[in-house]
């Protein structure tokens, strides 16, 4: 008997998890360790919060999924591995043994390099936190005579959060009620086309949100937030949507892990130093590089369940061979969404339809 410990309920694993219920992996006992009994879908979140679904829309229910799959689940979360030795510690005190474990538990937001971040602003992990604090904060919005929220981070999550939390506020009338975007570069959304960016910028404007790039935050202060140029935003509340950063438990049990902390696999997603250790998602370096997004950790999935499946019954390992462009999808408001692939842009009412379409067929394959 193999035993098997999954750690993290991330896009790859639900995919290990419906794998396992269609067809268990032969004398294996399969453990999954997640601090939270649901994985909200960060594709469908903005659509959350602009009300176009409820909550229970945007969850995949893990602790059902893996009761379906014959999977032992932990409602904790994973704080150090003992390579050696080959046990899980887990936050709740449980320490679990395993012959082999896979870890797909995410990015962390970079919290320790800005003064303030932790007294006075609001990551955006974990997603489950933020999802606590939001009706609060629109609470706060409907009551105050003026709101005010800074959205730090103009990447594509930060610059789709700013668009749907816009549209929530057109929508309950708070005209009272902005937001505003900080960045560090010219145009938000670093990385994608220029044409995209472009019309992005463009569209931020048409829905006022005041876009200030080129100047990233320097302090978090109770009420404000400083920016690099030393001038100061008053605002009540400040979200922090800042890039994926690693955890720091994976580095530290002394597995091979990249300049920045993420795990470095093989073409196989097995650990490049151990090789009864499994990565893939944003907690993964790649043998050949791919940008930190959902749609990686998706397509990852299949692969990690047949190669998890492979290693725990004796057989050859297949490599990943993903491509290196992914679709990016970013609503705007007004059940309107920009998309991107490689060099290509488009933007319409129908490209959300398409959106929506593929988020809501995602999810299907879970609930
Ligand atoms: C608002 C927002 C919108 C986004 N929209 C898109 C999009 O449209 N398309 C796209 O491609 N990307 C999008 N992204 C990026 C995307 O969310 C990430 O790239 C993606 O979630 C990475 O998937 P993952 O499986 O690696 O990790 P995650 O989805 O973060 O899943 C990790 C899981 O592991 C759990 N976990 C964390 N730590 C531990 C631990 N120590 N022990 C056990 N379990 C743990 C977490 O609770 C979580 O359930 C968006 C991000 C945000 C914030």
Known sequence: MIRLVLIGGGHAHVQVLAALARQPFADCEVTLISPFPRQIYSGMLPGWIAGHYSIEQCAIPIVDLARRSGVRFIESACTALDIESKRAHCANGEIVAFDAVSIDSGPIVDLGSVPGILENAIPIRPIEGFVAVWPSMLERARHNNAYTLSI??????????????????TIEQLTHARVILIGGSKLALTGLPERLRDAALSLLKQRNIEHLGERPASAFLPGRVRLSDASEIACDASLVVTGAAAPLWPAASGMACDANGFIRVTATLQSISHRFVFAAGDVAAYAEPRPKSGVFAVRAGPLLADNLRAYCTGRTLCRWNSQKNALYLISTGKRHALAAWGPLSIGGDWVWRWKDRIDRRFMQRFT
Do not use: S
């Not at 103009?154 to 668009?163: P, R, S, V, Y």
């Open 152 to 169: 730090v981070g103009d990447g594509a999550a930060g610059t789709e959060l700013a668009f749907a939390i816009q549209e929530r506020f």
